[in-house]
């Protein structure tokens, strides 16, 4: 019997641009089984979201075109099929989960009401009948207090519970493939393992298909069956999740692999994937990776490749991918043993507190405090990495933003050097801080002004420390900090919107550099770029902070970057520390459960073959109301009722490493 469910055959996509036709997506064919999830893998700008749009005729409009191919699911060619015809297949037969659930939803619209849409919709249902409907949806996707969130409103729901709302709309309709487009990108690890979860237990309750669009390599070593690798518009390898992590064959999926942090690699440079993907491939005449491959040969860039077979589910496209020796062979590496802190102390934190008023009535009164930083200690050193984190929510950015003054402290003191308290100095007075201190935010789009060029962002802060520099000399600056974090001197001249995610981030970074900084906080600012991307930003962070010995606090819910980077690591929960230590000591040896069940959500490309431990569940307590005694015990599997009453004071267990536990 076919178990096919869903048959792409030579897919085509272009965009009109002018008098003329781009091509984006060329020549792609897929096969999605019945019951199984098909990860589909590559760099942003291969062509992954756009295959998956075009299959609920939802391509972007007037610009995007179908130029061709055949999607074929239930007798019917999708691409075929009249608008109408493919409005009873959308949302019913195949749903969507989309990337960003806040821009998918409806703001105007109550949870409920969204969802009650898509009953009534396909299923004609009405009354107390769609509204017990909507509540078995919420349980059924692990969202407590369902009866309460059918009236909230998107932006009252936090990332993770907005992206459980996507997956019970996309449930609602009962369909039988489900298009996942990077459900997980920039949530904590947490939350990536109850959404993980979630569709894999769709899978196996219901015989749904899944194609899982991610960048993210662990999660699709964790939870895909076949795995499909996209590059320049075109699929260049297909093979089981297994085979593909085990045994890859196309240069460029080898690459990938290469370029993931991990902590064995400490103290050398990660593989990077020189240049970008090549914006007029479909004028090559060979092999549209070849400028970038390390392997290629004349011949790779005169001729394509056909498909070579490796097994009946493992194919690549590559002219010597069966001559290349072992991928594993090939990225052996000698570790080195961590860099070691300068004792000069940067910046120290003593009982630090940032606390919100809440305001409520129609007097605005205050009528309570939301806690997002309670009582931190931190301390940072010349040339170190303290890694900072936590879920959503529990106080990570807040802390970096204090620390420049973004965010105004309610308590505690700020001490630059270990003396100079910057605390309570006045706006007029914080140039000292300003010139020690400075910020790269996560999205660097949004923290650069679209109306100056790119060498006037970067000379801005210039005036900070260097006033009496006149314009040639702040531009020979410029042309220099661009040179160094990798981009054209000539780049001074664009505008923000002209470059790639990582050549902003670039850009975020030289303009933090422009002051000379002691002290840079790094606020998530490789979390929603490829692995290729992000490598290339890890390595220029680590050549930086060897010529400059700059400190980095770096605020992540990545852990394999911060087994890679950091030197040392503190866990952040409900506003609290609850574990510091060195990065060797906490990934050997985590002595607070919440640092444990974060190890155990975070991914791994080794996912099948380990058993996982049991997760964490729940989400973290509303810093308005936190709980009594320990913040962690509602969620924690070993709270005793001492936990429940008492704050648990700091307590050593290794050198360097202590911990918030009374376990």
């Not at 760099?43 to 191919?69: D, F, H, N, V």
């Not at 769609?130 to 407590?144: A, M, S």
């Not at 489900?178 to 690890?189: G, Y």
């Not at 308290?421 to 789009?445: A, G, Y």
Request: hydrophobic share 40%.
């Amino acid at each position: 019997m076919d178990k096919t469910r869903l048959k792409i055959e030579g897919l085509k996509i272009g965009f009109q641009q002018g008098a003329q036709v781009v091509p984006a997506v060329d020549e792609v064919s897929l096969e999605l089984r019945k019951g199984e999830m098909l990860a589909l893998l590559g760099e942003s700008g291969s062509g992954k979201s756009l295959t998956a749009l075009s299959l609920l005729g939802l391509l972007p409009r007037p610009s995007g075109r179908l130029m061709g191919g055949h999607a074929w699911f239930d007798g019917k060619d999708l691409y075929a099929l009249p608008e109408k015809e493919l409005q009873k297949i959308r949302g019913r037969s195949i749903a969507m989960i989309f990337q960003e659930p806040m821009t998918a939803l409806n703001p105007l619209m109550t949870v409920g009401d969204q969802l009650g849409e898509v009953l009534k919709t396909h299923f004609k249902m009405h009354g107390e009948a769609v509204t017990k409907r909507c509540e078995e949806l919420l349980n059924e996707v692990e969202i407590p207090e369902a009866s309460a969130r059918l009236r909230s409103y998107p932006h009252e729901l936090s990332g993770g519970l907005r992206q459980r709302v996507m997956i019970a709309m996309a449930l609602a309709g009962e369909p039988e493939i489900l298009i996942a487009d990077e459900p997980t990108t920039a949530l904590d690890v947490t939350v990536q393992a109850q959404i993980m979860r979630l569709l894999t237990r769709l899978q196996e309750r219901h015989g749904t298909s899944i194609l899982f669009i991610t960048h993210n390599l662990a999660l699709a070593a964790q939870g895909a069956q076949r795995c499909a690798v996209m590059y320049a518009g075109e699929i260049v390898e297909t093979a089981t999740a297994e085979e593909l992590f085990h045994s890859p064959r196309h240069p460029y999926t080898r690459l990938l692999l290469h370029s993931l942090p991990r902590s064995e690699a400490r103290g050398t440079a990660l593989e990077t994937i020189a240049g970008m993907v090549p914006r007029n491939w479909s004028e090559l005449s060979g092999c549209r990776f070849a400028e970038r491959c390390p392997y290629a040969h004349e011949e790779c860039r005169t001729a394509k490749s056909a498909w070579r077979e490796f097994s009946a589910d493992h194919r690549a496209r590559c002219h010597f991918c069966q001559e290349l020796s072992s991928w594993r062979e090939m990225s052996a590496r000698q570790s080195s043993a961590g860099s070691v802190a300068l004792p000069e102390v940067i910046l120290r934190t003593d009982g630090l507190r940032v606390w919100f008023p809440v305001k409520s009535g129609w007097l605005h009164r205050t009528t309570g405090q939301l806690k997002a930083v309670d009582g931190v200690d931190l301390e940072l050193h010349a040339g170190e990495t303290l890694a900072l984190v936590g879920e959503s929510g529990c106080g990570k950015s807040t802390i970096g933003k204090s620390l420049i003054r973004l965010v105004e402290p309610t308590d505690g003191r700020i001490l630059l050097h270990g003396t100079d308290d910057v605390t309570h100095l006045k706006r007029s007075s914080l140039l000292p801080l300003r010139r020690e201190v400075q910020m790269i935010f996560q999205d660097p789009f949004s923290s650069l002004d679209p109306r100056m060029m790119v060498g006037e962002s970067v000379a801005e802060g210039m005036t900070l420390r260097h006033p009496e520099w006149d314009s040639s000399q702040r531009e020979a600056r410029v042309a220099e900090l661009l040179k160094q974090v990798g981009l054209n001197p000539a780049d001074a001249t664009r505008y923000p919107h002209q470059f790639s995610g990582g050549q902003r981030q670039r850009i975020g970074l030289a303009r933090a550099l422009a002051v000379e900084p002691r002290l840079i906080v790094c606020d998530e600012c490789t979390s929603a770029l490829d692995v290729s991307v992000q490598a290339q930003i890890l390595n220029l962070l680590k050549e930086i902070q060897c010529a400059t010995s700059v400190a980095y606090l770096f605020i992540t819910h990545d852990l394999s970057v911060v087994g890679y980077l950091a030197d040392r690591v503190a866990v952040m929960y409900l506003g609290h520390l609850v574990e510091e230590g060195s990065a060797e000591e906490i990934f050997a040896h985590p002595a607070h459960p919440y640092t444990k069940a974060l190890f155990a959500a975070a991914p791994r490309l080794q996912g099948r073959e380990q058993a996982v431990p049991r997760q964490l569940s729940g989400d973290v307590p509303s810093p308005i109301h936190p709980p009594t005694g320990c913040p962690f015990h509602p969620r924690c599997p070993h709270a005793t009722p001492q936990c429940a009453t008492e704050f648990p004071n700091w307590r050593n267990v290794g050198k360097w490493h202590r911990v918030r536990c009374m376990g």
